[in-house]
C-alpha cells in the first residue's frame, strides 16, 4: 500500500520557471490538499479538493495552480516560480465516513529551492 | 477554529510516558481535538481524535479534561523514535472537508 507519492522529491528552480509537483494516492480517498511548510513554521493550507473536478483555494494559494481530473492525482502547479515560494510542499489525502473528513495521510514532501 | 497553546519543547527520557500537553480553552460543543506528529523532514503522520471521552489505540493515549478547555497525549513507553514535533489542532467536524490549521507545535526529545 503506497498511500501518498509526491514526485520529486527535491528540486531547484531558477526564478520565472514554472513546473508540476506531483500527487498521487491509492487509497481511493475523496479529500486532497496541498499545504506548505517553511522553517519554524507550522503547515499552511494552499489549495485543496473535495473529488474530482472540485478544486478551492485554501490559506496561501497565489502562484499556484491545481487540478484535479481523477480521483487519485491532484498536480500543483507553480506558474512562475519566485524565491518566496522556497519551501517543503506536503500533499494530504482524507478519506470521509458519511460526509465527514476524518484523519489525514501526507506524502514525505517535496523540497523545493527557488533561486 | 480554537486555537491551541502547546509548549514549545519538552524532553523524555526512553521507556517513560511522555505526557504532552494541549490548551484550548476556546473549542466549540461540535470541534474535535485532533494529534498529529512530524518526524524529522516527513511529512506529518496522523496519531489519535477525540471530542469528549478518553481515547487509546495502538500508539498513544489522549486524555480530554470535562470541561474540554485542555487534553494530554499520553505515549506510554516513549521510545527515540518518538523524537518529533507534535501538532494538536481543534477541527470543526461538519460535513465536508476539514483544514487542519498547524501551529509551531511541541518538539518532544527523547533522551536514552
Known amino acids: 500500500n503506497a498511500g501518498v507519492t509526491q514526485t520529486p522529491k527535491f528540486q531547484v528552480l531558477k526564478t520565472g520557471q514554472s513546473m508540476t509537483l506531483q500527487c498521487a494516492q491509492d487509497?481511493?480517498?475523496?479529500?486532497m490538499s496541498w499545504y506548505r511548510q517553511d522553517p519554524g513554521m507550522g503547515l499552511r493550507l494552499i489549495h485543496y479538493?473535495?473529488?474530482?473536478?472540485?478544486?478551492d483555494q485554501g490559506e496561501v494559494p497565489n502562484g499556484y495552480n491545481v487540478s484535479r481530473s481523477t480521483t487519485e492525482d491532484f498536480p500543483l502547479r507553480l506558474l512562475s516560480a519566485a524565491p518566496s515560494q522556497t519551501s517543503v510542499y506536503f500533499c494530504?489525502?482524507?478519506?470521509?465516513?458519511?460526509?465527514?473528513?476524518?484523519?489525514?495521510?501526507f506524502g514525505q514532501g517535496t523540497r523545493l529551492t527557488v533561486v | 477554529d480554537a486555537k491551541t497553546t502547546q509548549p514549545t519543547s519538552m524532553d523524555c527520557a526512553e521507556g517513560r510516558a511522555a505526557n504532552l500537553p494541549c490548551n484550548h480553552s476556546t473549542i466549540s460543543g461540535n470541534e474535535y481535538v485532533y494529534w498529529y506528529r512530524q518526524i524529522h523532514s516527513q511529512g506529518p503522520q496522523y496519531i489519535i481524535h477525540?471530542?469528549?471521552n478518553n481515547e487509546t489505540n495502538e500508539m498513544a493515549s489522549l486524555i480530554i479534561t470535562e470541561d474540554r478547555k485542555s487534553s494530554t497525549l499520553i505515549l506510554p513507553h516513549a521510545t527515540l523514535r518518538d523524537t518529533a514535533v507534535y501538532y494538536c489542532i481543534v477541527v470543526r467536524m461538519n460535513t465536508g472537508f476539514q483544514k487542519l490549521v498547524f501551529g509551531t507545535g511541541t518538539r518532544l526529545l527523547v533522551s536514552p
Open positions: 487509497m481511493n480517498h475523496e479529500y
Open positions: 479538493s473535495v473529488g474530482a473536478g472540485i478544486t
Open positions: 477525540g471530542l469528549k
Open positions: 494530504a489525502s482524507s478519506r470521509t465516513m458519511t460526509g465527514v473528513d476524518t484523519e489525514a495521510f
